[in-house]
Nanobody, 126 residues
Framework: QLVESGGGSVEPGGHLRLSCVAS????????MAWFRQGPGEEREVVASVYPTTSRARLVDAAKGRFAVSVDHARNRLFFEMNSLKAEDAGTYYC??????????????????????WGQGTQVTVS
């Protein structure tokens, strides 16, 4: 089970830190990702991380502004969002894919690749 928190409403240029807690299993041989879904849009990956190695990948629009990190001791995933723009607004979901390789995890991903989802947390930028 995944539970996100940390969403909210900020002005452009603001900062948010999203958190995702995974209960029931440790971060082992699993790919974790953050997806964004805007109103009327498809859900798209923004960042992925392979907790075993802590290697991560960000989409181009997120590079230089966002960062993803893992707290193994607490089975928690963080998503640091800086210099937020209006186009970053939407519902952010934490997702997990068990048994995925690091190579795949750090490549192009779609929602179909993930079997475990959090409930989402809303980010508003205005």
């Amino acid at each position: 089970q995944l539970v996100e928190s940390g969403g909210g409403s900020v002005e452009p240029g603001g900062h948010l830190r999203l958190s995702c807690v995974a209960s029931g299993a440790a971060f082992s041989r699993v790919c974790m990702a953050w997806f964004r879904q805007g109103p009327g849009e498809e859900r798209e990956v923004v960042a992925s991380v392979y907790p075993t190695t802590s290697r991560a990948r960000l989409v181009d629009a997120a590079k230089g502004r966002f960062a993803v990190s893992v707290d193994h001791a607490r089975n928690r995933l963080f998503f640091e969002m800086n210099s937020l723009k209006a186009e970053d607004a939407g519902t952010y979901y934490c997702a997990a894919a068990r048994g995925m390789s690091e190579f795949t995890c750090l490549g192009r991903l779609s929602p179909r690749d993930f079997g475990v989802w959090g409930q989402g947390t809303q980010v508003t930028v205005s």
